[in-house]
């Protein structure tokens, strides 16, 4: 098995779908967003806001470039949840592939506002109409996320089982 790369946009599952995949399949997962704060010993709000988002895309892109060199050396393959934006850059589409299998976990925005209004840890959200900043950069994002996929799982409406039973019928 190759490692299984999550990616969409916030709120579409990739957290949550990683962490009982990782289980499912018995290997471990790791999520992009806890690694950098972790490395930088900060969330990722208060990265946004001391630096902004350019540092925080540069520091995605630095996260990936470690996990491919640590690839080697691993024992055993991983689920790796991305932050929304980074199959953004195209530097990271390319870091994407060479990771391993691209899952993008598709979501209308309807279903990402009700999963994600009453997150205030999202720095992007913090606006005026977030409904409307939903929309407009789901639809800047939606090629990016097209392009660096292998397998695109549309998640509207179903169960965490019934998406997992999907990716793992996808990698066979």
């Not at 950098?36 to 895309?57: L, M």
């Not at 993008?104 to 205030?120: G, M, P, Q, S, W």
């Not at 789901?138 to 997992?164: C, L, N, Q, S, W």
């Amino acid at each position: 098995m190759k490692n299984l790369i999550l990616t969409g946009f916030m709120g579409s599952g990739k957290s949550t779908v990683g962490f009982r995949l990782s289980y499912r399949l018995r290997c471990p997962m790791e999520d992009t967003d806890r690694l950098i704060e972790k490395e930088e010993g900060r969330t990722i709000s208060e990265i946004f806001e001391t630096d902004g988002e350019a540092y925080f895309r540069k520091l995605e892109t630095e996260c990936m470039k470690k996990l491919i060199r640590e690839m080697g050396s691993a024992k055993q393959k991983k689920i790796i949840s991305v932050g929304g934006g980074l199959p953004v850059r195209e530097e990271n589409q390319a870091l994407l592939k060479q990771l391993g299998t691209v899952i993008y976990l598709r979501a209308n925005a309807e279903t990402i506002y009700e999963r994600v209004k009453h997150d205030t840890a999202r720095p992007l959200l913090q606006c005026d109409d977030p409904q409307e900043k939903i929309r407009r950069l789901m639809k800047e994002r939606a090629p990016f996320y097209e392009k660096a996929a292998d397998v695109v799982i549309d998640v509207d409406g179903k169960r965490f089982e019934e998406i997992m039973d999907e990716i793992e019928e996808a990698i066979q």
